[in-house]
């Protein structure tokens, strides 16, 4: 099959980013929320991946000898912690200025198996590369096109790989939550971090990556407790949600 590498990249959104690159490692800083978001994250990544490849996630580098690309990785938020669980990461942002906060942060932790590269999901597709995990986290709402920029991350899963999707659904609760209390009442995002009619559902989403390929095989909804202050696994995707796809190792003709 040819692949058509249709870009993805919104580079408006690719600039508003860019200008808040030099805070990303500020927990009390615009990207707050991703900090309070990240243990809750790591955790659902780490415990769906160890249970399908049959990993111990208790061990100190469960993942030695899988590949994992990050893709839109931002400051590295997601990818020095997969590091240190021992994958061997690729990080890939199409702002050159988030892949230098990030390759600065790294140099903290010369030890890892971590590369940063400044590339769109187009530009790893072409070198046909592949990966055994590949994270799309906060990112499709973010992109021009979701269906070709959903479909060119599918071919980058290898045989028996995962892909996980982390994104906010197009619902009215998700317009109130992620976007007017998110960005105009709490104050937690600055404003026009988000677009209500970028937000997909879930059921969009698994479709897409059927059509790519992919077989959907988890759903798992996110929500925020104000009591703790902090995120949890929730059976709701009203909101913020995970959608994670595996390629089958025996592909059909």
């Known amino acids: 099959m040819t692949l058509e590498l249709t870009s993805s990249v919104d580079s408006a959104e690719i600039e508003k980013f860019s200008k808040l ?19 809750i994250r790591l955790q659902y990544i780490r415990d769906v ?3 399908h490849f049959g990993r111990d996630p208790r061990g100190r580098h469960p993942f030695d000898d899988l590949s994992l690309l990050d893709l839109g990785c931002g400051g590295g938020l997601l990818s020095e912690p997969m590091a240190r669980m021992g994958f061997q990461v690729l990080g890939c942002d199409a702002s050159e200025a988030n892949i230098r906060a990030a390759s600065s942060h790294a140099e903290l932790n010369p030890d890892l ?20 995990v590949v994270l799309n986290m906060e990112v499709v709402e973010h992109v021009a ?3 070709a920029f959903l479909h060119t991350v599918a071919s980058l899963v290898r045989p028996g790989g995962l892909i996980f999707v982390a994104t906010i659904n197009k619902t009215l609760k998700s317009l109130v939550l992620a976007k007017i209390a998110a960005e105009y009442v709490l104050r937690w995002l600055p404003a026009g971090t988000h677009e209500w009619n970028r937000f997909i559902a879930p059921n969009e989403v698994e479709r897409i990556l059927e059509n790519a390929g992919l077989q959907p095989c988890l759903r798992q909804g996110l929500d925020f407790d104000p009591i703790r202050w902090r995120w949890r ?4 995707t009203d909101v913020n949600y995970f959608v994670v796809g595996q390629r089958t190792l025996i592909q059909s003709i």
């Open 113 to 132: 198996s971590l590369i940063y590269r400044t590339a769109t999901a187009e530009d790893i597709a072409v070198e046909k590369a592949a990966f055994d």
């Open 21 to 39: 690159a030099a805070q990303w490692w500020d927990p009390t800083g615009p990207f707050a929320p991703l900090h309070a978001l990240n243990p």
């Open 49 to 51: 991946a160890a249970k």
């Open 145 to 147: 096109d979701v269906a």
């Open 233 to 236: 696994l929730s059976p709701s």
